[in-house]
């Protein structure tokens, strides 16, 4: 006999790991962009202001306005505001996952980059 509740089940858990695989896609068009990732390697060793970025990665304020914005809808980086200035910071949680991402591909390259 079918099992109404079981199917209900498994569909739920399909349908939750349709909407994760969703969420992993957007992420990974999001970071499709190198200077998005350019941003999360400038913020590894410590928070920045908008204007410290502009000039170290040599965008234009309204470009690294918009990565920002992006990045942060996504949890990724995190503006503190201090007076005037936002310092922003990389999420702990995606700081080790792209030191994680950059060891395996230099692993992978056999270390030629």
């Known amino acids: 006999m079918h099992n109404v509740f079981e199917n209900s089940h ?10 994760l695989l969703k969420i992993y896609a957007n992420i990974h068009k999001m970071l499709s962009n190198p200077k998005r990732i350019e941003i999360i ?7 920045k202001t908008g204007t410290e970025l502009v000039r170290l990665l040599g965008i234009q304020k309204a ?11 996504h949890g990724i980086v995190e503006g503190n505001r201090d007076g005037q200035k936002v310092y922003y910071s990389i999420n702990p949680k995606w700081a080790q996952a792209y030191s994680h991402i950059k060891e395996a591909i230099n692993v ?3 270390n030629k980059i």
């Open 10 to 19: 498994e569909d739920g858990a399909v349908m939750k790991e349709k909407k």
């Open 41 to 47: 390697s400038a913020l590894q060793d410590r928070e």
């Open 108 to 110: 992978l390259m056999g």
């Open 63 to 73: 470009n690294v306005s918009q990565y920002l914005n992006v990045m942060s809808l």
